[in-house]
């Protein structure tokens, strides 16, 4: 949507986002498209994606991690493609996002990545997890980090819901990253 065709509310919205973080990475692109026809839904959701994506208190690529689950839990072909790439620029096993896309556990995984694996796996399937996975994450970033994990997981899947929905297309008409599992 042009910036010249944005009602003064979506503009609003749409220039905090273009002065925020996000400006370099992916600016109105994604999901923002479709949220901004919902300014009043559009400016909280952006806020909460700010913090999740940019001031998480996980590790960056445990993060990305994360989000590539929710996004090939409801095979979100944008969301995966922006994410992998992003998972791998912060330092994610390509091996990892690999398995992940194919929808089987990665071999192999360090404790700290297990444990983020394991809470989003149990979590996605069955909303809720067990002591002991949240035991795993909250012993090695707290509670906080826990809700910090519980928040990106769901945002991502409210994320990986609009672009499914509004059908939005990968750049340059690439193929779908990810097969139907």
Not at 124 to 138: Q, Y
Not at 145 to 171: E, H, K, M, Q, T
Request: with cysteine; hydrophobic share 45%.
């Amino acid at each position: 949507m042009p910036l010249e065709s944005m009602t003064p509310e979506q503009r609003a919205v749409a220039d905090a986002i273009l002065a925020g973080p996000r400006s370099m990475s992916t600016g109105l692109r994604g999901p923002f498209e479709a949220l901004l026809n919902s300014p009043g839904l559009a400016d909280p959701v952006q806020r909460v994606g700010e913090h999740l994506r940019f001031h998480s208190s996980l590790p960056r690529d445990l993060n990305e991690m994360a989000i590539l689950i929710a996004a090939r839990r409801w095979t979100a072909q944008y969301e995966w493609h922006a994410h992998r790439e992003l998972a791998l620029a912060a330092g994610l096993d390509p091996a990892i996002a690999d398995a992940i896309a194919l929808g089987e556990r990665p071999a192999g995984l360090e404790p700290d990545a297990e444990a983020v694996f394991e809470f989003a796996i149990q979590l996605l399937a069955n909303g809720t997890v067990t002591d002991e996975a949240f035991e795993a994450v909250s012993s090695r970033w707290g509670k906080e980090g826990a809700i910090d994990l519980v928040g990106v997981l769901g945002f991502y899947c409210l994320v990986s819901f609009v672009l499914n929905v509004d059908r939005y297309p990968l750049p340059d008409n690439l193929p779908d990253p990810l097969a139907p599992l």
